[in-house]
């Protein structure tokens, strides 16, 4: 079964997942990984589920995978499930991980069909599977449901994008065959980061729910929308089968009678079917770690010595050395202007989804404040022409003129310019205080207090903002002095 001499390659990354998650990386280190993508009711559960032969996937109307769940599954001589919130917990019984797989989803989302991008990981023992490593997305959407945001399937693309723009990430792209393939959300979106389909694995569901007369032949005969490699047709148990809790294994050889007594299809059978849909993906996960573990050990190495070099620079650390605090501060320095860049130009890591901050609430006065000071200020017309009458005939005096003299354009347009002077500074007034409150919040996000060493002693730089005795700073901690 599989790639010998190699399975030993997926359960490698699943450990670095799993440590780079137990320590709450983010993880930069992109690794190796099958995304599965598709829409609501493509079949995506059902596929999983005869993978493992077994029921444990939560079902229901709407969206049903509110978060992305890591599924790791290992070749073994007995038949468990562990989650890696539950360490040390096995699970024998799969209708107990369907439920563990619900509250953990209900814990971090709610009731209210929100969604969440944080992964739940479950790592499933089994003879009855191969070594394999999926990321169940949830299924795209394009209505929302009940209290739903307005936006569910933006976000929805939005998470299902951050797993497969990642180069090492293949892309499980199901179907199902009775829609048009042209239609597909799964294989638009995968064409979006894979235009040349390099990654992308087509999976064509419900073959046996197609109109009478019709086939998905030219589909997975790679002829149609074409794929680097490949479609691959399963027919899944339909929802009758599954509340009448058809065995899986009564499923699997239904689908394998299905392939080779139809006749669009039985030419193809060898390469259709669940089975061999689970050995296709163990192998070309395999081989995509595989191809992928120079650049990927090129990268750890890279990273490793950063990280050497910084601890080493940390082992000589004296909070009381003039230099490094000179250098402590000229950074802090440099972080508070990065920060309160970002802060008005609005290219911040984090999106505010609250309130306005920085530069859109001085975006805001100029736009809506300021215009809005400017048109109270009314002007009476016949007043105006008044003024101008009486400028032009004081600067005349005595002579006529044919010309309207300079000065009384001057004087006229003056007096205009000083009705502006009291909204002008109050304007400047409510940007130089957006400033400050933007400064403030810079200050209060880098927190950091230091002392500089000048000529004769060390002096706290202070400023209206109360600053604490000590501070941590890069899980050291630095004490302020007093003067001397």
Known sequence: MGNRGMEELI????RLQDALSSVG??????????????GQSAGKSSVLENFVGRDFLPRGSGIVTRRPLILQLLSGNTEYGEFLHCKGKKFTDFDDIRKEIEAETHRLTGSNKGISSVPIHLRIYSPHVLNLTLVDLPGITKVPVGDQPADIEYQIRDMIMQFICKENCLILAVTPANTDLANSDALKLAKDVDPQGQRTIGVITKLDLMDKGTNAREILENRLLPLRRGYIGVVNRSQKDIDGKKDIKAALLAEQKFFLSHPAYKHMAESMGTPYLQRTLNQQLTNHIRDTLPAFRSLLQSQLLSLNKEAEEYKQYSPDDPARRTKTLLQSVQHLAADFE????????????????GGARINRIFHSH???????LESDERKLRREINYAIRNIHGVRTGLFTPDMAFQAIVKKQISRLEGPCMKFVDMVSQELVTTVHQCIRKVYICMCVYLTSGLFSFCS???????CSVHGYELHLFPST
Do not use: R
């Open 11 to 14: 359960p490698l990354v699943n």
């Open 25 to 38: 990386e983010s993880c930069s280190l992109h690794l190796p990984q099958i995304a599965v993508v598709g």
């Open 342 to 357: 970002k802060l008005i130009e609005g290219s911040g890591d984090k999106v505010d989804t609250v309130s306005l901050s």
């Open 370 to 376: 300021f215009p809005y000071e400017l048109i109270k």
């Open 464 to 470: 209206s903002v109360p600053f604490p005795n000590s």
